[in-house]
């Protein structure tokens, strides 16, 4: 157990309406991730942050936004949700950056977008 | 060009079984992590096993073991006596990059195999 959460697990929203999910991790890792999933396509990075407010852009992030305040907390934002958006989304944390780091998920928050 | 493939969609096997699930990936850096995860109906990512770019031997992890040749660029992963329990997705990712340094670097994941395991 890497000790990540993320909230809500399951929302359902309308097109239009911000959206802002949360990763909470208890172990202070360092790296932390955005991952979203749709079939077909596996799992792709939206953003990832090496520290308190470092953060990177990944292979998906237009119309997406993270926040990292605290070392614990990874905030990722939809300003203006789309029905594209509909996914499941995870966060991962790693302790170190680089490739020969595993890195663990959290259980996933799935999203609707209507 | 793809950077992992995994060439079948679904596996069937019985318990008790072997199973070798293919994976290949493409990449030109000299560091490079291949992992393994496990994806069960419920939703969650399990890490299982990783493989470094230079480690000489094949990784093991209880039933799991990554068969690894690197000039095939192969990393395919192996499970012994099958459970029940291993019916699952399974998706093979890798990351690559400098080794060391700030920046992150993503899994680029596969698009997965089923595995189903009857009894």
């Known amino acids: 157990d890497a000790g990540i959460t993320q909230s809500p697990r399951h929302k359902v929203t309308e097109t239009g309406t911000p959206v802002t999910l949360r990763c909470h991790q208890t172990?202070?890792?360092?790296?932390m991730y955005w991952y979203r999933q749709d079939p077909g396509h596996g799992l792709r990075l939206i953003h990832y942050?090496?520290?308190?407010?470092?953060?990177d852009k990944g292979e998906v992030s237009d119309g997406y936004s993270v926040s990292r305040s605290k070392t614990e907390d990874f905030l990722l934002t939809l300003e203006s949700a789309t029905s594209s958006q509909t996914s499941v989304y995870f966060c991962?944390?790693?302790?170190?950056?680089?490739?020969?780091?595993?890195?663990?998920f959290g259980p996933g928050t799935r999203l609707t977008v209507l | 060009a793809q950077k992992i493939t995994q060439t079948q969609p679904g596996m069937f096997v019985q318990e008790k079984e072997a199973v070798t699930l293919d994976c290949t990936y493409d990449?030109?850096?000299?560091?490079?992590?291949l992992f393994w995860y496990k994806q069960p109906s419920s939703g969650e990512m399990i890490f299982l096993i990783y493989?470094?770019?230079?480690?000489?031997q094949n990784a093991t992890e209880g039933r799991y073991s990554l068969n690894f040749q690197k000039a095939r660029k192969s990393a395919n992963l192996v499970i012994s006596a099958s459970q029940l329990g291993d019916s699952a997705m399974y998706f093979c990712?890798?990351?690559?990059?400098?080794?060391?340094?700030?920046?992150?670097?993503?899994?680029?994941f596969g698009k997965g195999t089923t595995l189903s395991v009857s009894s």
């Open positions: 991962a944390i790693s302790e170190e950056g680089g490739p020969l780091d595993t890195q663990y």
């Open positions: 172990e202070n890792h360092r790296y």
């Open positions: 942050s090496y520290g308190v407010k470092d953060t």
């Open positions: 990449t030109s850096d000299p560091s490079y992590g």
């Open positions: 493989q470094g770019s230079y480690d000489q």
């Open positions: 990712a890798m990351r690559e990059g400098p080794q060391w340094g700030q920046a992150g670097t993503a899994l680029i």
